[in-house]
């Protein structure tokens, strides 16, 4: 069984795990987030863009999860 300590977190379009400094988006009905570049969205669904790690900080209700991705 995977602990919460092996989640990568990754774009559910390419499936690539995020790494710092990569732009992403932020899905505004579903909170996910994607790369820019695999952005699919359109403009008014779009909640948040920027750094990886600056959207989850923007976003930490949401973002919980990836707290060890950012203090590490």
């Not at 990568?8 to 505004?28: A, L, R, S």
């Not at 009905?29 to 669904?45: M, Q, R, S, V, W």
Request: net charge negative.
């Amino acid at each position: 069984m995977k602990s919460k300590n092996n989640i990568k977190p990754h774009c559910h379009v390419c499936m690539e795990e995020f790494m710092m400094g990569v732009d992403v988006v932020m899905d505004g009905t579903f909170k996910g987030i994607i790369h820019a570049d695999c952005n699919y969205l359109p403009p008014d669904e779009i909640e948040d863009r920027g750094k990886f790690e600056d959207v989850v900080m923007r976003n930490q209700r949401w973002f919980n999860q990836f707290n060890h991705v950012i203090m590490h």
